[in-house]
């Protein structure tokens, strides 16, 4: 087994140049739910260079003008060419090349198709990535999971603010996808290797009065659901300095983690609340890139709505688990040769 701290510092990325197929990662989660904020930890600790991204918008049967003659959702799975989805996703285990069909947010129109050949680590993002016909394909799986005004915020800022969509339409539009949402996409997170659950903050009912910093209570709580590994993860250790804990200065931050049951299934949920200070997530970083030789240049710039320390720490977490499942996979390989 690789082990991601080892002096050689390009080991991992040297490992994964020589895979004869690709790392396939599902994320799966509703429009606006953050599915590439949350998948952006691996981006930036794998190398962009090593990682490419399928969206899988392109595979609508309808562009936006059509679905609002026809009134269909694209949450709805036949309103989707999930056949073909899981065709280009063979041909991908087995190292081939794709068309990948492109929708146009900003003109509600297709683009061309573009040509995709495998790189060692694709993201596939899109409402229904995590169906049963998709899971054989995929190497790990992660469900972006808001809560639902969470979910109305981030929206409403990317699709009015990002991307030109009318308010009064979107609204009419995110009241109808909730009941789709819970009928077609919502059971996904059943089988999905982490889950992501982001509200917010609620360190405010821990005090007896209020906070000192009344900024501190406008942040996030990301609550990881994590599938245990195979294999032990590598070692983690957080900066954490005790003295400096006792300052006024310093942000309010809690993290926890508890073993339960999650469908059936054993879980650990990984509580983060608040902010960590900005070195801490700094010192963090450095320190996983050096692990696995992924220089800091690689790194995805952050979206609008990365806000928040307790986000960007559960980038990091998520990113973690997944080199177990890289090592998994890179051990795979050796055994083959």
């Keep these: 087994m690789l082990d991601p701290c080892n002096p050689n510092n390009s080991t991992i990325r040297e490992a994964l140049k020589q895979l004869r197929f690709p790392i396939i990662v599902g994320v799966a989660g509703d429009s606006g739910s953050g599915k590439t904020t949350f998948s952006n930890g691996i981006r ?14 392109g595979y609508h049967k309808e562009n936006r003008e059509q679905r609002q003659q026809s009134g269909r959702l694209p949450l709805d799975p036949e309103a989707n060419h999930l056949d073909v989805l899981a065709q280009h996703l063979e041909r ?3 190292g081939k090349s794709i068309e990948v069909p492109i929708y146009n947010h900003g003109t509600g129109q297709f683009d061309p198709p573009e040509t995709l050949s495998p790189t060692p680590i694709i993201v596939v993002e899109g409402l229904h990535v995590l169906y049963p016909q998709f899971l054989p394909f995929l190497d790990f799986s992660l469900y972006v999971d808001p809560d639902r005004q969470v979910k109305w915020d981030w929206k409403w800022e990317r699709d009015v ?3 030109g969509h009318k308010a009064e339409a979107l609204e009419q539009e995110m009241l109808q996808r909730e009941a789709a949402f819970v009928r077609w996409i919502d059971a996904q997170k059943i089988d999905a290797n982490v889950v992501v659950q982001v509200g917010h903050s609620q360190l405010e009912d821990l005090l007896p009065t209020r906070f000192a910093d009344t900024q501190a209570a406008k942040g996030y709580r990301v609550s990881l ?4 590994t195979l294999m032990p993860l590598p070692s983690l250790s957080i900066p954490l300095d005790l003295a400096a804990m006792l300052e006024l200065n310093k942000p309010a931050f809690l993290l926890a983690a508890v073993p339960f049951r999650y469908w059936g299934r054993t879980a650990i949920a990984v509580h983060i609340d608040g902010n960590l200070a900005p070195q801490t997530i700094s010192e963090l970083e450095q320190y996983i890139v050096g692990c696995t030789g992924i220089p800091l240049q690689e790194a995805v710039p952050q979206e609008n709505y990365e806000k928040v320390s307790a986000t960007s720490f559960a980038q990091l977490l998520i990113a973690w688990r997944f080199l177990a499942q890289v090592q998994q996979n890179l051990g795979v390989e050796d055994a083959l040769h």
Excluded: N, Y
């Design 44 to 57: 930036r600790l794998i190398g962009s260079d090593l990682v490419s991204t399928i969206c899988t918008d």
């Design 92 to 94: 991908l285990t087995q």
């Design 161 to 163: 603010k990002k991307r």
């Design 225 to 228: 659901i994590l599938e245990p």
